[in-house]
């Protein structure tokens, strides 16, 4: 298949990983890139530029084909080290940075004189359109449904792809509740040119986390996530567990005198625990409603491969038959 998104990246299929923290390591990156997609590697993962530019000498060894890097733009407890971050991915060899979080207007300069193409993840058509003004070269629009930070619109993807087809001129993937061949078929058909997975991504073989984690997804309904931080004005959609209800008590208890220390402890510092040590109650942890659709552990090859050989009967059988 070729669309914008898969000749502007180089890749086979337009199918991307989106950055997660304490999964997006070298070998899911490479995965994802070797199966014909586009992987990432999660930036802010590596606690030093060094770590980062470790990282990345790892993936080059693992693929020949071209990945990412995930920087995002998050209030963070203390500010990272973007320079020395980019400077590793500029001398790492990787020409592909999804931003998030914030606008990458400081960096674009810096990453534009080095020929890097940057994708920037935003869940608005204004940030999309901002994203355009400011020179990046396509945008990944996240929907309500989706993993992580959904932001604070709430507009689902059957609504904000096709206004964002309707404003941008720039290629855009469709990020949130994508999980199959369903998902990408309807994302082109909405005007997207490919499709960003993170939550399907998780529950692979490849993926470098607890067996717990890849459990709980395909155990998940779409039932099963939840909001926090929403008074915060840092929404994030988690998958529920006994520290996500206490987070919600301690919300519904102090309403809009809430302050991100009252809730630390249940969010700060526990991706550690539950990606690595499997410890599923020690936080909260992003996860998206699209775990309802997720059923089994693949290898990413042969997720995209099913992706890809299902979207072309879907098109050419399904679609084609209503004419
Ligand atoms: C466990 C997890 C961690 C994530 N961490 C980040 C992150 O550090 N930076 C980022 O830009 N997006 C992050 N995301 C969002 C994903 O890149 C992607 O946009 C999102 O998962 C898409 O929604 P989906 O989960 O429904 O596919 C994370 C998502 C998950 C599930």
Redesign the pocket.
């Known amino acids: 298949m070729k669309t914008r998104i898969t000749e502007l990246f180089g890749i086979q299929h337009p199918i991307m ?8 390591f070298a070998p899911l990156a490479a995965a994802v890139s070797n199966a014909g997609g586009l992987g ?1 590697i ?1 930036g ?2 590596q606690r030093t530029a060094k770590d980062l530019a470790n990282e990345i000498a790892k993936c080059n060894d693992l693929t020949d084909k071209p990945f990412g890097v ?1 920087l ?1 733009f ?1 209030p963070t407890v203390s500010s990272p080290d973007y320079p020395g971050y980019i400077k590793a991915i500029v001398e790492g060899g990787v020409r592909i940075v ?4 914030r606008s990458p207007e400081a960096y674009m300069p810096i990453l534009k004189e080095h020929g890097i193409k940057v994708v920037h ?1 935003c869940t608005s058509v204004r940030h999309a359109l901002k994203a355009q003004k400011i020179g990046c070269d396509a945008v ?1 629009v ?2 309500f ?5 959904p932001g604070e619109d709430d507009i689902p993807n059957m609504i904000l792809l096709p206004r964002a087809a309707d404003e941008l001129e720039i290629p855009f993937l469709a ?5 199959d061949a369903r998902s990408l078929v309807a994302s082109l058909a909405m005007g997207a040119d490919g499709m ?7 529950a692979t073989q490849e993926a470098p986390v607890h067996e717990n984690v890849k459990k709980a997804i395909v155990a998940a309904s779409e039932l099963d996530t939840r909001l926090v931080m929403r008074p915060l004005r840092n929404t994030e ?1 988690v998958l529920n567990n006994p520290a996500v209800e206490k987070i919600l008590q301690k919300e519904a208890e102090l309403g809009k005198n809430l302050k991100f220390e009252d809730i630390i402890n249940e969010v700060a510092g526990v ?1 550690p625990r539950i ?1 690595m040590e499997g410890d599923m109650d020690a936080g909260a ?6 775990a309802g659709l997720i059923n089994d552990i693949p290898t990413c090859k042969e997720l995209i491969d099913r992706i890809m050989s299902e979207a072309e009967q879907l098109i050419r059988k399904r679609l084609m038959g209503f004419l």
């Open positions: 990983q989106g950055g997660m923290h304490f999964v997006g990432v999660t802010l993962t995930n995002t998050l999804e931003t998030a979080g993840k990944s996240d929907g449904e989706c993993g992580g930070h990020s949130g509740g994508m999980a960003n997975m993170g939550t399907r991504f998780i959609r991706y990606m942890w992003s996860c998206g409603m699209v």
